[in-house]
C-alpha cells in the first residue's frame, strides 16, 4: 500500500473549488494608484463626455445646408467670421453663408451642425473660403455625450483597470475609485535542509529558492507576498508560523515539504488549526500532483510541492487563480497563446493533465516548441522555457510536428 | 497643397530607427527588487548547483548493482543501516547488500548511486528490507552540476528578469545583480482646452485624460512617469518644459496637439533644440499617423498624437518598443495572440497599417473578433477593446468571417 496514495482531484474541480471563495474587502484609493487593481463597485458616468460639441477635424465650423452641392467646380463660397479659440465658448453665432475657423476639439459655435476640413477648403481672401465639398451634418462634429453618457455604467465592478480606464475616470473628474484590497500571501519554506540565501550551503543544505520564486511570482500577479521564514521540519514551529500567518495575510502557502514526511505534517498542521476544511489533496496533473488546497474560515491555505519547478507551475495554473479570485476579478477564459510545432513526441498518461515546459524557437516562417527535459527539482529548465503546453486528461501524448497552444507563463509580465 | 502634409515612414522602418538608440546606464539592485528589470551584465554561476548528490524521492539510498534483476518474484534483500537526515552529510557508508532511508532532497551517502522509490520496497523486519525493482546507476538522484554547472551561463544580458530566474540567482547565492536603470519618461500635455481632472470644466474645456493614460501606459510597462505639467499653445511655455524634461528624463513625450498649429509647435520646439535630429516625420499607420519621433543627444524626444485613442495605440506599438530599447531589452517578435473569427468586413486604404480595435467574444466553441467603431478622439471605444488586429499594409481589408490574429494590450498586464 501506498503511504503517500490520495484520491487525485480533476483540475477543472479544483477551479470550481477555487471559485468559491470570496473576494476580499473594498478599499478607496486615488486613480494614480488603481492601475492593475480590480474595481469593488460599478462606476456609473456623473456627466456627460466631452460634455459639448466638438470639431474632430481642423478645418471650418459651418451650417452643413451652406455646402450642399458643393464641389470642385462648384464650390460654396462662405463668409469667414473669425476663430474658434481652444478652452473658451466661442462668441460668435454662425448664420446663413457663415464660417468660422476652428480647431480639432474646439467647441462648435452656435448655429453650426458640422466642420469641413481645411484640406477641402481655399482661402480666396482675408474674409472668405470657398468649399470643395458639402459635408452631412454632424460630420466632423462629436456631440456633448458622443463618449460617454451621464449615468452610463462606465467600468463594471471585477474589472481589473487598464491605462485608458483610468484614462476614462481621470476624464469624468473621479479621483478615487473602490477596489478589493491586495490579497497578502503569508509565504512559509520548510525543509531541515533549507537555509537562507546569505549563508554557505555545506554538503546537504541548499539555498531557500522556493522563497524567492513563489514571493517573485506574486509581485507579478499583483499579490503582496509576506515571508514568514524557513521553518524546520518540526510540527509546532510550522504550526506557530502558520497561525502567524493566518493573522496578518489573506492566504497561507507552505512550500517545501517534497518528502512524504514532510507533506504529512504540513496536512497534519492544517488539521490542528480550528475551522479547517480540506477540498483539495492531490491534484490529477503533472507536475504538482502533491498539492493540498484548504481552507481555515474564509481563507485559503495551501501546501504546494517541494520542487520549485512543481511549485511554480502549480502557482502558475492554480494560485494565479486564488489571487485572481481574492482580487475580486472575473476569471476570463479567454488566454493568448503562441501556436507551434512540436520539435518532439511528448508521451502523458491518461488520468491526467500533464504540462510541458516549452522553449519556442524560430524556424523560418515557423514557430516551434521544444520541450525541456529535465527533473522537477530543477530550477534551469524553467529558466529556459517559455510558457507551458498542456496536454488534457484523455491525451497520450502530442506528437512531433503537431500543432500546439504554447501558453506564456502568467507571471512573465507583458513587457516589464 | 496640404498644410500638414508629411512624408509617413513604414512602420517597420520606425522600429529600425527606435532600435538604435542606446539602452540606459546600469546599476546594481538586491535581488528582491528585481524582478521585471532588464540584466546589463551576464549572470555565471559561482558554483555548482545542488553542490552535492541528492535523492530526488523517497525511498532507498543503495548500490544499484545490489538491486540488478530484483522483481517481486525475487527481490533483493538488504540490510537497512539507518536513515539520512535532512540537511546534514551522512556519516554512513554503504557496502555491498546494504541501504539507508532516505527523504526527496537527502544527500546520498558515500558508496550509494541510485535511489530506490519507497513504492517498490517492503520492511521485512526492523533492519530488513526487500527490493522489488532494479534501478539504474544514478536512477532517482540529482548529480552535484546536474542543474547548474560552476562558470555557466545562466542568465543573459538584456533578459527581463521573472521569478523563477530570481529563485535560480537566490539559489546560487547571488544577492545584487546588474540591471539597467529604468527609463523615466517626462510626461508633457498640451492645448488651451486641457484642465486638470479636480477642476469642473466650462464648456469648451477638457479634463486631461492623456497624462493619466500615458502615465499609467509607462508604469504597466516597467518605465517611471514624470508628468511635467499642462502647457498651453505657446511656444516658450512648451520649450521650457522640455527643457526641464530633457534635465530630469529619458525621454520626453509630449501629448496633445490634435491640430495640426499644435502639432507644428511641438515640432518647432523640438527643432529649436540644441542637437536635435527628426526620424520620424508621421508614420505610415492608422490611427496614429501625426507622431513625431527625433532625438537631442541620445534621448528620443516624441509628438504623440492629440487624440487619446491614437496616442494610447501608438504608445502600445511604438513607445513600448521606445521602452524595451531604453531597458536594454532584446525585444522579441514572438507575441502571444488570440485566434478569433471577424463580425464584419473592415476596409484598409494600401500604404498604410491598420490597426483595428476589437472586443472578444464567445459563440459556442468560437471566439470572435468584433471591431469596435468609434471615433479616434473618444476614450470609450478603448476601454471596450481587448486587442488590436493588424490590417498589413499591402491588403484591402479584413473580411467578416475570416480568421485574424487579436493581439492584446501589452499594458493590460497579465493578470494584475
Not at 500532483?289 to 495551501?302: A, F, L, M, R
Amino acid at each position: 500500500m501506498l503511504k503517500g496514495f490520495f484520491k487525485l482531484t480533476p483540475p477543472e474541480r479544483v477551479f470550481e473549488i477555487i471559485d468559491t471563495f470570496a473576494p476580499l474587502q473594498g478599499e478607496e484609493i486615488p486613480i494614480e494608484d488603481s492601475l492593475g487593481r480590480v474595481l469593488s463597485r460599478d462606476i456609473y458616468s456623473p456627466s456627460h463626455m466631452p460634455g459639448f460639441p466638438r470639431a474632430t477635424m481642423d478645418g471650418y465650423a459651418v451650417r452643413s445646408r451652406d455646402t450642399f452641392g458643393a464641389s470642385p467646380h462648384l464650390p460654396a463660397i462662405l463668409e469667414l467670421k473669425g476663430e474658434v479659440r481652444m478652452g473658451e465658448i466661442p462668441k460668435m453665432r454662425i448664420g446663413k453663408g457663415e464660417a468660422v475657423k476652428i480647431a480639432t476639439g474646439g467647441m462648435l459655435p452656435k448655429g453650426a451642425d458640422g466642420v469641413v476640413m481645411i484640406e477641402f477648403s481655399h482661402m480666396l481672401d482675408d474674409s472668405t473660403i470657398e468649399i470643395e465639398k458639402a459635408i452631412s451634418p454632424f460630420e466632423n462634429v462629436m456631440q456633448p455625450d458622443d463618449d460617454i453618457k451621464r449615468g452610463e455604467l462606465v467600468l463594471e465592478k471585477g474589472r481589473r483597470l487598464r491605462p485608458p480606464d483610468i484614462g476614462a475616470l481621470a476624464g469624468l473628474g473621479i479621483q478615487c475609485v473602490s477596489v478589493y484590497k491586495r490579497p497578502r500571501i503569508a509565504i512559509i519554506s520548510t525543509g531541515d535542509e533549507v537555509i537562507p540565501i546569505e549563508k554557505e550551503p555545506s554538503p546537504g543544505q541548499v539555498r531557500d529558492i522556493n522563497r524567492y520564486t513563489l514571493s517573485c511570482f506574486c509581485t507579478a500577479v499583483g499579490a503582496c507576498p509576506i515571508f514568514l521564514g524557513i521553518c524546520p521540519d518540526d510540527f509546532s514551529a510550522l504550526k506557530e508560523l502558520v497561525e502567524r500567518g493566518m493573522e496578518i495575510a489573506d492566504s497561507v502557502w507552505i512550500s517545501g515539504g517534497s518528502s512524504v514526511g514532510t507533506r504529512d505534517m504540513t496536512l497534519k498542521v492544517f488539521e490542528s488549526m480550528h475551522g479547517f476544511e480540506l477540498l483539495v489533496h492531490g491534484i490529477a496533473i503533472r507536475p504538482g500532483k502533491p498539492t493540498i488546497i484548504g481552507q481555515v474560515g474564509s481563507k485559503p491555505v495551501v501546501g504546494l510541492p517541494g520542487q520549485v519547478s512543481s511549485a511554480f507551475i502549480v502557482a502558475e495554473i492554480f494560485m494565479s487563480r486564488i489571487i485572481k479570485r481574492l482580487s475580486g476579478e472575473d476569471p476570463s477564459d479567454i488566454v493568448p497563446y503562441i501556436e507551434a510545432k512540436m520539435t518532439r513526441n511528448m508521451e502523458s498518461s491518461p488520468g491526467r493533465e500533464d504540462y510541458i515546459r516549452v522553449r519556442l524557437l524560430k524556424e523560418g516562417d515557423d514557430i516551434l516548441a521544444d520541450p525541456i527535459i529535465g527533473k522537477s527539482g530543477l530550477i534551469s529548465p524553467l529558466i529556459q522555457a517559455d510558457g507551458l503546453v498542456r496536454i488534457e486528461m484523455n491525451r497520450e501524448g502530442v506528437y512531433e510536428g503537431e500543432k500546439v497552444k504554447v501558453i506564456p507563463f502568467i507571471s512573465k509580465g507583458a513587457l516589464w
